[in-house]
């Protein structure tokens, strides 16, 4: 069974006709990397996923439940779907540890001590068990990004999204943010990505969706597609990137 | 007549002082209270609760804060309800306030970015919960220094109460006037006095100002 399901979405902002028509059907444990030029709607795509952006027409699924921007519905859906930022979203008023702690308690209403051992072994699994008690402002970039999986992971999600999730980062802290993300895709999370890392796509995602004014252009295996665009549009996008 | 010496005169000025702070803070937390529930209210997305609030501040912002005293005294008794200069005072200092503050709160929540509402969302969070364990904390700290620094205008803003027949520091001062004919010296008593009670408060407001810079 398909854990994300997108049927015929339609999404406009005002005139802008953003997504036209996406059918994307993604499973349980799959590393989709989404790509494509700017403007081509990879963001949008996302967001409506998560409930944050509404769309207009056709469907979306997640778990079997259908997505909308009801307050009510997105935090159910927050149950299942995380969320990272390029920019982290990290909240600067709380250490790490609380960070990753509110909405596990808030949420979820677990106890502070059991919200705690969950929150040091999400940072433990990120590599930054002992930044429990720092503000997020006295780490890196890519230590701050990995709070922010953390973050997301202890909601223990059954898919994570990520909107180009490097691309704030100094190119020497990309590496570290990347082998988080290869970790838990051998674990088995199921990883929807906008990302430009090919090399990441190739060698750890399950299949690449390229995107081109909206629709989904071209997709499959990444090896396969990523040697061997069989459209001009993919073709003069990998040009580009390479 | 009674003679007045610097000491008396000194003593009802001080005594009058009072009163003045007390109406200061009666406004002030009157109008905190109000422009909390008026922000709440901005920050649903329900465009009626935005348009009333946004009627209410363009109202007590775009009318002299001496007309909104002269109708809450002389309007709301001609309406049949009787109220006292004291109460005629608190209320309106109370709109003048909040139609401010609401204003400055919603520039300190402006400042924040738009993804620390999207991440509490997508963490699962309720507008309550965002807004009381995301966004509060951190308008807050933003909020303070300007908030302390509008607090010299409300202490201002008391002055007209006198007006209306409020007893408080300019008032006594005109009293005194009146009878001892010296206004250079009462005049400038009273306006010492306003001085010692605003010049802190800017002090400390320009103070949280640079810590919040630094700490930024
Ligand atoms: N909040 C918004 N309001 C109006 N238009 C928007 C908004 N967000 C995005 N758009 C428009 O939607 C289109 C797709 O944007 P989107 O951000 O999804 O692209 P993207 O593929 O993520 O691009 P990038 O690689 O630059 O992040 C663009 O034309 C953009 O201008
Ligand atoms: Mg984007």
Redesign the pocket.
């Known amino acids: 069974m398909s854990l994300v399901n997108l049927h015929q979405v339609h999404k406009y902002?005002?005139d802008?006709h953003?997504l036209k028509g996406i059918d994307l059907d993604i499973k349980a444990g799959e590393v989709v990397s989404i790509i494509?030029?700017?403007?081509?709607?990879?963001?949008?795509?996302l967001?409506c996923i998560n409930g944050l952006?509404q769309y207009q027409e056709g469907g979306i699924t997640v778990d079997g439940k259908e997505v909308t921007t009801e307050d009510i519905q997105v935090r159910r859906l927050a149950l299942s779907v995380g969320m990272i930022f390029q920019n982290f979203n990290l909240f600067p008023h709380m250490t790490v540890g609380e960070n990753v702690m509110l909405a596990p308690t808030i949420v979820l209403k677990k106890s502070k001590a059991e919200a705690e051992t969950t929150a040091r072994a999400m940072l433990e699994k990120v590599g930054l068990a002992e930044k429990f008690d720092s503000f997020p402002e006295k780490l890196s970039g890519g230590q701050q990004q990995r709070v922010a999986i953390a973050r997301a992971l202890a909601m223990s999600p059954k898919v994570l999204l990520c909107?180009?999730i490097t691309s704030a980062l100094d190119p020497e802290l990309v590496g570290e943010v990347l082998k988080v993300l290869e970790q838990l895709a051998k674990e088995g999370i199921t990883l929807v990505l906008?990302t430009h890392e090919m090399n990441f796509a190739r060698d750890v995602g399950s299949r690449v969706v390229f995107?081109h004014q909206?629709k989904v252009w071209e997709q499959g295996d990444p090896k396969t597609i990523l040697s061997n665009p069989q459209t001009d549009e993919l073709k003069q996008f990998m040009g580009a990137v390479l | 007549m009674i003679e007045f010496s610097n000491y008396d005169i000194l003593r009802n000025l001080l005594f009058a002082t009072q009163w003045t702070i007390l109406l200061s803070l009666a406004a002030f937390i009157g109008g905190t209270t109000v422009a909390l529930t008026l922000t709440a209210m901005r920050l649903t997305r329900n465009p009626v609760m935005q348009r009333i609030v946004k009627i209410y501040v363009e109202l007590f912002q775009g009318t002299p804060l001496l007309m909104q005293m002269f109708l809450c005294f002389f309007g709301l008794s001609m309406l049949g309800y009787e109220i006292s200069a004291w109460g005629a005072a608190i209320l309106s200092l109370t709109f003048f306030t909040s139609a401010f503050l609401v204003e400055i709160w919603r520039g300190c929540i402006d400042t924040l970015p738009k993804g620390q509402w999207e991440a509490s969302r997508c963490l699962g969070l309720s507008f309550l919960q965002t807004l009381r364990h995301i966004i509060l904390p951190q308008a807050i700290r933003v909020a303070t220094a300007p908030t302390v620094g509008f607090s010299v205008q409300v202490i201002k803003g008391t002055a007209l109460a006198s007006v209306i027949g409020f007893v408080e520091l300019t008032k006594v001062g005109t009293m005194l006037n009146n009878a001892t004919f010296e206004p250079f010296k009462i005049f400038t008593l009273v306006a010492l006095i306003y001085f010692m009670l605003c010049y802190p408060l800017s002090l400390y407001s320009k103070h949280l100002e640079k810590k919040f810079n630094v700490s930024r």
Do not use: Q
């Open positions: 902002y005002g802008n953003v494509g030029k700017s403007g081509s709607g990879k963001s949008t795509l967001r952006e909107d180009e906008v995107m909206g």
